[in-house]
C-alpha cells in the first residue's frame, strides 16, 4: 500500500474473517486492541489483502490500556510481512514512544498512518490545518476524524482535505456522527486516500459508518 490512491480497508477483529471482505476492500484495518491474541492471527494469516495494523489507546477511542505494550504489540506488527501500514496516534508520535514504532516501521518499508481523532466536535479550519500538517510531517499519511454538528462542519474538513491532497500530501479524513455520515463516502472525491468501513454493520468501530458494501458502492458510483 503506498496510499497514492484511495484505499478501502475492512475494519476486522478476526482476521478469519478476511474472505468475507475481499469483494469490495483494498485491504483489511486490523484492530488489534478489539482483537483476541492480535500477534499469533498476523503470524499466521495467509489472507489475500494487505494488512493495516492499529492498536488504539483508550485515550484516543480504542480499548488498549497499556501505553508501552500496545506500541511494543504495533511495534512487531510493523515488521511482519502482511502489515504494510501501522495507525499511531499523532499524540503518541510527539509525546510518547510512538516514534519507535514509525521507526521500525520505516526500516521494513511498513507505512506510517498517524492519526487524530476528535469525538466531541469539529475544530475551526485553521486548526484542522494545523492537525493534518503536523501528522503529514511525521507519517506518509495524516489521518484526521471529527465529530461533525452540521454540514458545515463537514465543508470545513473537505476543504481542508481538498486544500492538502493539492499540495501533494496524503491523508485520511472523516466526519464521525450522523451529520458527518455522507463525508466517507465523499471525501474520497477531495482526495482522502484511506476509507473504513465494517464487513457486518453491527461491528462498526466508530459512529455513521457505513458498512463494507455500502460504502464500497457509494464510492465507486462518486467517482
Not at 2 to 29: I, K
Not at 47 to 52: F, S, T
Not at 134 to 149: F, N, Y
Not at 172 to 196: C, D, F, K, Q
Request: proline share 5%; charged share 30%; with cysteine.
Amino acid at each position: 500500500m503506498n496510499f497514492e490512491e484511495f484505499v478501502l480497508t475492512a475494519s476486522l477483529t478476526d482476521l478469519d474473517a478476511e474472505p468475507e471482505a475481499r469483494e469490495h476492500a483494498d485491504a483489511v484495518e486490523f484492530r488489534m486492541d478489539l482483537a483476541d491474541d492480535p500477534l499469533a492471527q498476523l503470524r499466521d494469516y495467509d489472507g489475500q489483502l494487505p494488512v493495516l495494523a492499529t492498536n488504539r489507546a483508550e485515550w484516543e477511542g480504542g480499548e488498549a490500556e497499556e501505553d508501552d505494550a500496545r506500541l511494543a504489540q504495533l511495534a512487531e506488527a510493523a515488521e511482519l510481512v502482511c502489515v504494510e501500514a501501522v495507525d499511531v496516534e499523532l499524540q503518541s508520535l510527539t509525546e510518547g514512544d510512538g516514534e519507535r514504532v514509525a521507526e521500525r516501521a520505516r526500516r521494513t518499508g511498513t507505512k506510517v498512518v498517524a492519526s487524530v481523532h476528535n469525538f466531541e466536535r469539529t475544530p475551526p479550519e485553521p486548526d484542522l490545518r494545523g492537525l493534518l500538517e503536523a501528522a503529514t510531517d511525521r507519517a506518509d499519511v495524516g489521518k484526521l476524524a471529527v465529530t461533525a454538528e452540521n454540514r458545515g462542519d463537514v465543508l470545513d474538513l473537505l476543504t481542508v482535505t481538498h486544500e492538502f491532497a493539492e499540495a501533494g500530501a496524503r491523508v485520511a479524513t472523516m466526519a464521525m456522527g450522523e451529520p458527518g455520515r455522507h463525508s466517507r463516502a465523499v471525501a474520497p472525491l477531495y482526495g482522502s486516500r484511506i476509507g473504513y468501513a465494517p464487513v457486518d454493520p453491527a461491528d462498526a468501530t466508530a459512529p455513521g459508518q457505513y458498512d463494507l458494501a455500502t460504502l464500497a458502492r457509494l464510492v465507486d458510483d462518486l467517482r
